[in-house]
């Protein structure tokens, strides 16, 4: 009965998933932040505020494609990074999941993508999920269930993250911005959500993901107010995948 009753505490279980790779990533991300150091004016605001150790559940707002690249590269310790199945194809997806990346099928409910998300966290690594779940304002005025019930589930802290000057005003979110612009990276604080053994109901995970959206909002609006740097606005082009 013991056993019974740890074993649904522990779930979703994860024990049978390998740990995901991060080698590769290492040099990578070493040669890629030189290369956004150069190409943009970078300026990463409250870095100490990082944990050094630990899971992390790491929740950025979403405006281009630049932004996952750019994390990925200039987080001070490195990330897996959730993101759409359909950038997984080919050479690129090989490369993705070689560093450590995890597709997920947007469309519908991924239990292999999720049951890899809680494998990071329980690991002590970083995990770097959109709440938002696709490109747009990155207001954070939509939140998805998905950060808060990974937090439920391992008790990771939430970090949450502002991304200002990844897309321009007007500009495309399937492209970057032009060389020489200015992005801002603000860390905020992390703050903890309390670990709920299973089951877990949507009422609860709804409650705790209004609670993560209400901080994250706080955080945009303090990074804006900040930096002086603001949001870009509607995108001119919604994602097409969402």
Do not use: C
Request: hydrophobic fraction near 40%.
């Amino acid at each position: 009965m013991t056993a019974e009753i740890t074993r649904q505490r522990d779930l979703p279980l994860t024990d049978d998933l390998p740990r995901l790779p991060y080698r590769l990533a290492v040099p990578v991300r070493a040669v890629a932040a030189r290369y956004f150091a150069r190409k943009y004016d970078l300026r990463v605001h409250h870095e100490e505020l990082f944990p050094q150790s630990g899971p992390v559940l790491m929740t950025p707002n979403h405006l281009s494609l630049l932004d996952g690249p750019l994390l990925g590269a200039i987080a001070p310790r490195m990330l897996h990074q959730l993101g759409k199945i359909e950038a997984f194809g080919g050479l690129q997806g090989w490369f993705l999941r070689a560093t450590g990346q995890i597709p997920i099928d947007r469309t519908s409910y991924d239990p292999r993508a999720i049951r890899q998300s809680i494998k990071v966290l329980r690991d002590g690594r970083v995990l770097n999920i959109y709440p938002e779940g696709t490109r747009g304002t990155g207001d954070f005025s939509r939140i998805r269930l998905g950060t808060a019930y990974l937090a439920m589930v391992t008790g990771a802290p939430i970090l949450p993250v502002a991304l200002l000057g990844t897309r321009l005003p007007g500009g495309d979110i399937e492209g970057f911005p032009p060389a020489g612009s200015r992005v801002d990276v603000v860390y905020g604080a992390p703050f903890p959500i309390d670990r709920v053994s299973f089951p877990r109901r949507h009422s609860d995970v709804r409650a705790v993901a209004d609670q993560i959206g209400d901080m994250l909002r706080a955080h945009i609006k303090a990074a804006v107010a900040a930096t002086g740097h603001p949001l870009p606005g509607a995108p001119d082009k919604k994602d097409p995948d969402d």
